[in-house]
């Protein structure tokens, strides 16, 4: 009988092992997800106020504040602009093993993507506050999802 007991304890223990390193790659892969998907978000949602003739309207339906509270919660902060930013990568740089000196790729033309991305900028008298519209649309994302 003992012989028997120790197969199974040794199954039942692999088994829980899997079980746990699955979880973990599946929740690393919704994270990585969950970006992508913001990003796909964020480029829409800029596509669309470049787009629209009227952007206070655009933000307005979009649900974006026109007021926030400060760090305080003294004086309310008022939206007065909208960033926008555009990245082309050309390469990446990285550190190389056991150097002082960066591993660098140029890409070649094909390569190269634009990024666009949008910041509300905020003001009271005493404060700038800056909001990355990936941190809006992601809580935005999380109130509907509610």
């Known amino acids: 009988m003992p012989h028997d007991h120790h197969p199974h304890d040794h199954a039942h223990h692999g088994h829980?092992?899997?079980?746990?390193?699955?979880?973990?790659?599946?929740?690393?892969?919704?994270?990585e997800d969950e970006a992508a998907d913001l990003q796909v978000l964020?480029?829409?949602?800029?596509?669309?106020?470049?787009?629209?003739?009227?952007?206070?309207?655009?933000?307005k339906?979009?649900?974006?504040?026109?007021?926030?509270?400060?760090?305080?919660g003294d004086k309310a902060l008022k939206l007065i602009d909208v960033?926008?930013?555009?990245?082309?990568?050309v390469g990446t740089a990285s550190?190389?093993?056991?150097?002082?000196?960066?591993?660098y790729l140029p890409f070649p033309g094909q390569m190269v993507q634009e990024r666009t991305n949008m910041s509300l900028v905020y003001v009271s008298m005493d404060?700038?506050?800056?909001l990355d519209i990936r941190d809006f649309l992601h809580q935005r994302k999380q109130e509907i999802e509610i």
Do not use: C
């Not at 829980?16 to 994270?31: E, T, V």
């Not at 339906?61 to 305080?72: I, N, T, Y």
């Open 127 to 130: 404060e700038k506050s800056v």
């Open 42 to 59: 964020a480029t829409q949602f800029i596509d669309g106020f470049l787009q629209a003739s009227d952007k206070t309207s655009y933000l």
């Open 95 to 103: 550190p190389s093993f056991g150097s002082r000196e960066l591993s």
């Open 83 to 89: 960033e926008l930013k555009t990245d082309w990568q």
């Open 16 to 31: 829980g092992h899997n079980h746990a390193h699955g979880d973990h790659l599946h929740s690393h892969m919704h994270h």
């Open 61 to 72: 339906l979009a649900g974006v504040p026109f007021e926030r509270p400060s760090k305080d």
